[in-house]
Nanobody, 125 residues
Framework: VQLQASGGGLVQAGGSLRLSCAAS????????IGWFRQAPGKEREGVSC????????YYADSVKGRFAISSDNAKNTVYLQMNNLKPEDTAKYYC???????????????????WGQGTLVTVSS
């Protein structure tokens, strides 16, 4: 399994970015794709998740109403649309996958089955 994240960059507060995570190596749709982020000196946070089999989603309270996750199953790609970005959203964002039908709860210690490389998001004030 490989996960390729892209789309990070520098944006001003209030702006938008869209992250992409291209997945390969799965032989069926019974998996979830999620996004985690980690800022320097802070704990890792599970931000959002989507089930590739039924489209159900999960959002952390910190991003509800601002971020939207979606999937293009034909392309095995998941998108994270991030709107109204805040300086506190600055972090390295990692996509991750689990061999699950539904999104798990992302507690602070949660460790997905697969990790992709990160993409840096910087929000200036």
């Amino acid at each position: 399994v490989q996960l390729q994240a892209s789309g990070g960059g520098l944006v001003q507060a209030g702006g938008s970015l869209r992250l992409s995570c291209a997945a390969s190596g799965f032989t069926h749709d019974d998996y979830t794709i999620g996004w985690f982020r980690q800022a320097p000196g802070k704990e890792r946070e599970g931000v959002s998740c989507i089930s590739m089999i039924d489209g159900s989603t999960y959002y952390a309270d910190s991003v509800k109403g601002r971020f939207a996750i979606s999937s293009d199953n034909a392309k095995n790609t998941v998108y994270l649309q991030m709107n109204n970005l805040k300086p506190e959203d600055t972090a390295k964002y990692y996509c991750a996958a689990d061999l699950l039908k539904l999104c798990p709860g992302y507690s602070g210690s949660y460790y997905p089955d697969y990790w992709g490389q990160g993409t840096l998001v910087t929000v200036s004030s």
